[in-house]
T-cell receptor, first 114, second 113 residues
Framework: AQSVTQPDIHITVSEGASLELRCNYS??????LFWYVQSPGQGLQLLLK??????LVQGIKGFEAEFKRSQSSFNLRKPSVHWSDAAEYFC????????????FGKGTTLSVSS | DADVTQTPRNRITKTGKRIMLECSQT?????MYWYRQDPGLGLRLIYY???????NKGEISDGYSVSRQAQAKFSLSLESAIPNQTALYFC????????????FGPGTRLTVL
């Protein structure tokens, strides 16, 4: 069955430091992968997506992610974190059996310390 | 104006009551979805619809029903609410293209006492 694992439930990063959020997926073919962000009390906003091609994907707000097929990973990175990046981050893969519905990981909460 | 709207935004109800959550979209998308979010569990799919005549169960459809009244409207009903249905509910839409992304509404926070 398809699944998405985000190993880190909660991460704290100092403002200005680099960030990497981990995501591993289980999927037989080439996956369609997404990262969403949810700020407190808000809905979900798409940060970036990967379908094919270049394995390094650029997104909004200075985020990027790298698809590594050999490791079944799609980790999210940012070189310098801002206090406004504090939020919950979700990795998702498009479900194979439910059309274009998404299977989400359980999320990683990012806290930013000053 | 928001492309995907949900009403109500917050609702408190009692066990056994019937509740309807509504979703409307102005994006012109054919596909609509209902998810629920629980702390530590991420989002899970309840129902999805590819058009007005095509409705499908998701991972956790038990205790829920849906109605696709029009292309732009997709409602989620809890026929007899129970406390473990307390959650944040999201509606989402996407275009028919397989390379699509999903656009989410702001969510409805439902509390069942």
């Amino acid at each position: 069955a398809q699944s998405v694992t985000q190993p880190d439930i909660h991460i704290t990063v100092s403002e200005g430091a680099s960030l990497e959020l981990r995501c591993n997926y289980s999927y037989g073919a080439t996956p369609y992968l997404f990262w969403y962000v949810q700020s407190p009390g808000q809905g979900l906003q798409l940060l970036l997506k990967y379908f094919s091609g270049d394995t390094l994907v650029q997104g909004i707000k200075g985020f990027e992610a790298e698809f590594k097929r050999s490791q079944s990973s799609f980790n999210l990175r940012k070189p310098s974190v801002h206090w406004s990046d504090a939020a919950e981050y979700f990795c998702a893969v498009r479900a194979n059996q439910a059309g274009t519905a998404l299977i989400f990981g359980k999320g990683t909460t990012l806290s930013v310390s000053s | 104006d928001a492309d995907v709207t949900q009403t109500p935004r917050n609702r408190i109800t009692k066990t056994g009551k019937r509740i309807m959550l509504e979703c409307s979209q102005t994006k012109g998308h054919d596909r609509m979805y209902w998810y629920r979010q629980d702390p530590g569990l991420g989002l899970r799919l309840i129902y999805y619809s590819f058009d007005v005549k095509d409705i499908n169960k998701g991972e956790i459809s038990d205790g829920y029903s849906v109605s696709r009244q029009a292309q732009a409207k997709f409602s989620l009903s809890l026929e007899s609410a129970i406390p473990n249905q307390t959650a944040l509910y999201f509606c989402a839409t996407s275009d028919w293209d397989s390379y699509n992304e999903q656009f989410f509404g702001p969510g409805t926070r439902l509390t069942v006492l």
